[in-house]
């Protein structure tokens, strides 16, 4: 049956384009990917790009897409990142310094669905899914070992600072051998990469202050902008590609648990030490001994501490 139904296609091209399955299948998971991306991609958004901010841990974290207008500039960017995270986040965070960012850096994300709306309603646009750190200090030894490894031709190609371009001398080794790349528009691209990457610590300074943008181009050739066709295109990538499958270039927020964690710690044991010298008043009815109490927890709580950070250090 099935043989004879991919004979009658063959014979007529045009009816096997609209009847074959495995095409109207691909459609059919085109059309749910653009359903459960639909915070990203919105219902005619083809003016406006996305960048994804993430946090928590590799195996598991929360994304979120910051809408932003394609005529925006970096501050502008950069304000509109910092004013989601703290939507999502709580602006009480922004008061409140021991919970800050501790650093903003960018990841290959894979997403896994939408979360789950749970308690918050206004969290149901956001996704979960998992993130890979590249290997920074490779690629960096990467681009340091082309830049050693330059070979200067006898005439050099000059680069022009106005173009961004090198321009080669009918000379050069591209024009006389097919295949190969200019050694100096390498040298140039590597450095250039290379400047790019020590610069990421600006990603965070960024985050704490969006002025610092202006004329830095930060998010520029680091691929976390996804423009409205780009992410379409994705689509198109495997035959029913997978939600999985989609990579994209994510900034991921790290914050300051530790210093918040530890202030936690301490309140929680101040407040445990006071609701037991009220439990002493109450079980030997005087005071003095409730008191007696507190001074020998405090005491002990003051050993444990030492002796914690002892252990830790
Ligand atoms: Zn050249």
Same mark, same amino acid.
């Given at each position: 049956?099935?043989?004879?139904?991919?004979?009658?296609g063959?014979?007529?091209?045009?009816?096997?384009?609209?009847?074959?399955?495995?095409?109207?299948?691909?459609?059919?998971?085109?059309?749910?990917?653009?359903?459960i991306?639909?915070?990203?991609?919105?219902?005619?958004?083809?003016?406006?790009?996305?960048?994804?901010?993430? /946090?928590?841990?590799?195996?598991? !974290?929360?994304?979120?897409?910051?809408k932003?207008?394609?005529?925006a500039?970096?501050?502008?960017?950069?304000?509109?990142?910092?004013?989601?995270?703290?939507?999502h986040r709580?602006?009480?965070?922004?008061?409140?310094?021991?919970?800050?960012?501790?650093?903003?850096?960018?990841?290959?994300?894979?997403?896994?669905?939408?979360?789950l709306?749970?308690?918050?309603?206004?969290?149901?646009?956001?996704?979960?899914?998992?993130?890979?750190?590249?290997?920074?200090?490779?690629?960096?030894?990467?681009?340091?070992?082309?830049?050693?490894?330059?070979d200067?031709?006898?005439?050099?190609?000059?680069?022009?600072?106005?173009?961004?371009?090198?321009? !080669?001398?009918?000379?050069?080794?591209?024009?006389?051998?097919?295949?190969?790349? !200019?050694?100096e528009?390498?040298l140039?691209q590597?450095r250039?990469?290379?400047?790019?990457?020590?610069?990421?610590p600006?990603?965070?300074l960024?985050?704490?202050?969006?002025?610092?943008?202006?004329?830095?181009?930060l998010l520029?050739?680091?691929g976390?902008?996804?423009?409205?066709?780009?992410?379409l295109?994705?689509?198109?990538? /495997?035959?029913?590609?997978?939600?999985?499958?989609?990579?994209?270039?994510?900034?991921?927020?790290?914050?300051?648990?530790?210093?918040?964690?530890?202030?936690?710690?301490?309140?929680?044991?101040?407040?445990?030490?006071?609701?037991?010298?009220?439990?002493?008043?109450?079980?030997?009815?005087? /005071?003095?001994?409730? /008191?007696?109490?507190? !001074?020998?927890?405090?005491?002990?709580?003051?050993l444990l501490?030492m002796?914690?950070?002892?252990?830790?250090?």
């Open positions: 049956m099935n043989q004879r139904g991919e004979a009658a063959r014979r007529s091209g045009r009816k096997l384009n609209i009847l074959d399955p495995r095409k109207a299948s691909h459609e059919r998971r085109k059309r749910e990917l653009l359903e991306l639909e915070p990203v991609l919105g219902s005619d958004d083809s003016d406006s790009s996305s960048i994804f901010l993430c /946090w928590g841990k590799d195996n598991r !974290c929360h994304i979120a897409p910051v932003i207008p394609n005529s500039d970096d501050v502008t960017i950069w304000q509109e990142i910092r004013r989601l995270w703290y939507a709580g602006d009480w965070r922004k008061r409140l310094n021991l919970f800050g960012v501790r650093e903003v850096r960018i990841v290959e994300i894979s997403i896994a669905g939408r979360e709306k749970g308690k918050q309603r206004t969290n149901h646009k956001r996704f979960v899914g998992t993130y890979t750190t590249e290997d920074l200090a490779a690629e960096k030894g990467r681009l340091e070992q082309t830049i050693a490894s330059y200067p031709q006898e005439f050099p190609c000059p680069y022009n600072p106005s173009t961004g371009r090198v321009n !080669c001398f009918s000379s050069c080794i591209s024009y006389q051998l097919d295949g190969i790349t !200019c050694p528009q390498t140039y590597a250039r990469e290379l400047s790019r990457l020590n610069m990421r600006f990603l965070t960024a985050f704490s202050d969006p002025g610092v943008a202006t004329v830095n181009g520029e050739g680091e976390v902008i996804n423009t409205h066709s780009g992410i295109s994705k689509l198109e990538s /495997w035959h029913c590609p997978k939600l999985g499958e989609l990579q994209f270039r994510a900034l991921i927020i790290d914050e300051d648990r530790t210093r918040g964690s530890q202030c936690v710690v301490l309140l929680l044991t101040v407040v445990v030490i006071f609701l037991m010298v009220a439990g002493a008043k109450l079980a030997y009815g005087d /005071w003095g001994t409730a /008191w007696n109490v507190g !001074c020998f927890l405090v005491a002990l709580a003051t501490w002796w914690a950070n002892h252990t830790v250090a």
